[in-house]
């Protein structure tokens, strides 16, 4: 996808709604897969509105999955993870 089709959608979809329904509509054609998130939220801070930032880890897993992972990966078993997520720690 050209770096210049994420403004010219921008820009019509100004021409149709204004202000947060315009970045609803870009934020739309990123959950179904029309538009790349990187340019739209690119777009969205140029254009001023608020983007929130990314809190997924790697492959959208959450911190939680991603905690689970390294335990694991340190080599601790379901049973020592458990303890360790219950503790906190």
């Known amino acids: 996808m050209s770096g ?3 403004f010219r959608l921008w820009r019509g979809a ?3 709604c204004r202000g947060r329904a315009a970045a609803s509509e870009l934020r739309a054609e990123v959950k179904v897969g029309r ?3 990187d340019a739209v939220r690119a777009v969205l801070t140029v254009a001023g509105h608020p983007v929130p930032r990314c809190r997924d880890g790697p ?3 959450t911190e939680r999955k991603v905690e689970v992972l390294r335990l694991a990966a340190r080599g601790l ?3 020592d993870i458990a303890a360790v997520l219950l503790s906190g720690g």
């Open 4 to 6: 210049v089709l994420p």
């Open 14 to 16: 100004r021409r149709r």
């Open 35 to 37: 538009l790349n998130d």
């Open 59 to 61: 492959a959208g897993l």
């Open 77 to 79: 078993t379901n049973k």
